[in-house]
């Protein structure tokens, strides 16, 4: 009992309701460099006495605190605020204590209001002084300086004085100091949060009909791609594909002549993980493809998946990383009824279980020493959470310039947890999300507090394994409408080759290409008539320079009337940036009323406006805005979209 009575003692604060943090810290909240992160909490303690409380945070590998006061904003809820010079791994915590000196001064300034302060008040006030010995130097100085003033005049006024007041807020002791748990804190480079997808194929840039892409091929490519606007050009699985069980077009069970095989059937003789499919190029060839994105301010992103051919050398090397079946044959991958009898999976259970953790770790190193600093991981919910916190962690303690896309069409927590655990950005439904209540729903799900500090959405309108069936007509646009949103609610988004070219093509009642290039080559006319390149890289344009298009939260949904219409609202982080964007989500021609209601932003006089105009990104011309709104129409025929700039 007397135990827990000296606890209660020297921790009489309550610090509660901590935000932003994920699971009470068991998981980092993720951060951009360079932006400041405001922490939020309750803090309080019995009584009427002042309290004072500093925000800390330090690295995780630094013994030494930084520190930011909190300020009060009323209704004990607090808030303080530091700025992360460095991407990597941080901790933060808050510190509470009571602020003795200011308690007493608001007491005497009472009672001398009053008329009943007395000498003996002062005295107690003069008391403190002399136990105030935390402080530098320069603060010790003060407090003394004040203290004798006062012991010789006997004037209260020099207690009273503000520059006293704020060093003794600095020397005086904290013996209730009482510290929040630690919370962790996760700061990435600026394409964390905001990022442009291309996802391309290499063996099938080649200009000439069945010939294997090379390197050279894929590095003529970039012009076209740099051109509509794209900061990150996704690799799909660049490795040596094994023979064995090898698929032929349209997934049969049996290649033909030629066939290339499927390029996520990773391994054979010529190597694994770590090497290049001989028809693409060398490693050399690799690197110059990797240069070549960076002179056009593009980055590579290789897709890391973990499972391998039955020809894979792991298999050879290292065959207790593999299941095998009752009576010794090895156990082809399965996701039923989808059967892979191309592929094998690694067995994260085996008895040298650690030994595949760093092989796999040092194969992600691997490429990040070829210039890589972007993976997209394939399925990773079919593989151990712990390996992938254990991996990403062990990667960015190396480089935290590392980036993770997580790859997981499964259920909603899982995607979620995969997103604490590290991975920096993830897929999400919005594939198949095309009604204006879901797509809503959704959106403001992820914009939502917790998910908004730790989940970065990606939305890919397509991908190799997945033809939506609302694009299987082929509408134009229907193409542009899909982009758009994607390109505009998310500020990560991606797009997969041949989407600019309305590729629609599917196997009959399923969301699949017919004829996919996963099983064949594929040699495509880059400016095929009615492609929407240019449509891309005009609003890629507009996300580039509209710094509200560049994040994900600050989002409001309009309230339209008419269904067949989704309308919305983001803002950069000082608001001096808004866009409205109105997106058509049927082919018929609309005419509507757009309410902008309370809508504000921030002119040169730093101050909030009403919105007085809308400016078209697309066209150039301003229109005011009159009671509230304006009306306005789309064709989706011509351009499903608009998009306009607030003006005040």
């Known amino acids: 009992m007397n135990a827990l009575v000296n606890a209660s003692i020297k921790q009489p604060f309550q610090i509660e309701e901590i935000v932003p943090s994920v699971d009470c810290g068991r998981f980092p909240v993720k951060h951009i460099v360079g932006e400041a992160i405001a922490v939020w909490a309750d803090i309080y303690r019995d009584g009427h006495e002042i309290v004072a409380a500093e925000l800390i945070w330090r690295g995780e590998s630094e013994s030494d605190w930084q520190r930011a006061p909190m300020t009060h904003q009323g209704n004990d809820r607090w808030v303080g605020s530091f700025v992360p010079g460095r991407n990597g791994r941080f ?57 004798e003033n006062f012991l010789q005049s006997g004037a209260y006024e020099i207690l009273l004085a503000e520059d006293l007041k704020k060093a003794m807020a600095e020397g005086q002791s904290r013996k209730d100091l009482t510290r929040s748990a630690p919370l962790r804190l996760l700061v990435e480079r600026p394409k964390a949060r905001c990022s442009a997808w291309y996802e391309m194929v ?42 064995t069980n090898r698929k032929g077009r349209n997934n049969a069970l049996k290649a033909g002549n030629g066939d290339p095989g499927s ?32 002179a056009a301010g593009m980055e590579v992103a290789l897709d890391f998946a973990v499972q391998c051919s039955p020809d894979h050398p792991w298999l050879k090397q290292h065959p207790e990383w593999f299941k095998r079946r009752p009576d010794g044959s090895m156990k082809y991958a399965e996701n039923p009824p989808k059967k892979y009898e191309d592929i094998v999976n690694v067995d994260f259970e085996s008895s040298d279980s650690e030994a595949l953790y760093r092989a796999l770790r040092d194969v992600v190193l691997f490429w990040v020493a070829q210039g890589v600093k972007i993976f997209r991981v394939d399925n990773p919910h079919t593989k151990p959470l712990r390996f992938w916190e254990w991996l990403i962690k062990e990667v960015q303690s190396r480089d935290p310039d590392v980036l993770f896309l997580s790859e997981a069409f499964t259920r909603p927590k899982v995607m979620k947890g995969l997103a604490k655990l590290g991975f920096t950005q993830s897929y999400t439904y919005f594939t198949w999300r095309t009604e204006r209540w879901e797509i809503e729903q959704y959106v403001t799900e992820l914009a939502g507090y917790p998910e908004r500090e730790f989940f970065r959405p990606n939305f890919f309108v397509s991908t190799p394994d997945i033809l939506p069936f609302h694009l299987q007509r082929g509408d134009p646009w229907m193409f542009k409408a899909r982009l758009a949103l994607a390109a505009t609610l998310s500020s990560n988004y991606g797009i997969y080759n ?65 269904n067949s219409v989704i309308a919305y609202v983001k803002h950069s982080a000082d608001q001096t940036n808004v866009v409205v964007t109105v997106i058509a989500l049927t082919g018929d021609f609309r005419e509507f009323w757009l309410p902008l209601g309370d809508l504000q932003v921030r002119t040169g006089s730093n101050a909030l406006s009403p919105v007085t105009a809308l400016e078209n990104l697309k066209s150039g011309p301003t229109s005011p805005v009159a009671y509230g709104g304006m009306r306005l129409w789309i064709d989706p025929v011509h351009d499903p979209v608009l998009l306009f700039r607030c003006l005040g």
């Open 91 to 147: 901790t933060y915590a808050i510190e509470a204590w009571t602020d003795e000196f200011a308690t007493w001064r608001h007491g005497f300034e009472l009672k001398h209001k009053a008329n009943v302060a007395t000498e003996l008040d002062a005295m107690e006030g003069a008391s403190l002084l002399t136990r105030a010995l935390n402080g530098d130097q320069e603060v010790t100085a003060k407090i003394a300086g004040a203290c």
């Open 202 to 243: 290499p063996r099938s840039q080649s200009p000439e009909p069945g010939r294997h892409g090379t390197w050279n091929d894929c590095i003529d490519r970039l012009p076209d791609i740099q051109g509509m606007g794209f900061d990150v050009v996704y690799l799909t699985p660049i490795h040596p594909i094994g023979r």
């Open 263 to 294: 390029f996520y059937a990773i391994g054979s003789h010529e190597g694994g993980h770590d090497a290049i499919h001989p028809q693409l190029g060398g490693l050399n060839d690799f690197r110059r493809f990797v240069a070549a994105c960076a």
């Open 498 to 562: 041949g989407f600019e070219l309305l590729e629609h093509e599917a196997i009959p009642g399923r969301e699949e290409y017919v004829d996919s290039e996963k099983y064949e080559l594929k040699s495509r006319d880059w400016e095929k008539p009615g492609n929407i390149k240019a449509y891309i890289a005009l609003l890629n344009r507009i996300r580039r320079e509209n710094p509200a298009l560049q994040q994900t939260s600050a989002i409001r949904f309009l309230p339209v009337e008419d």
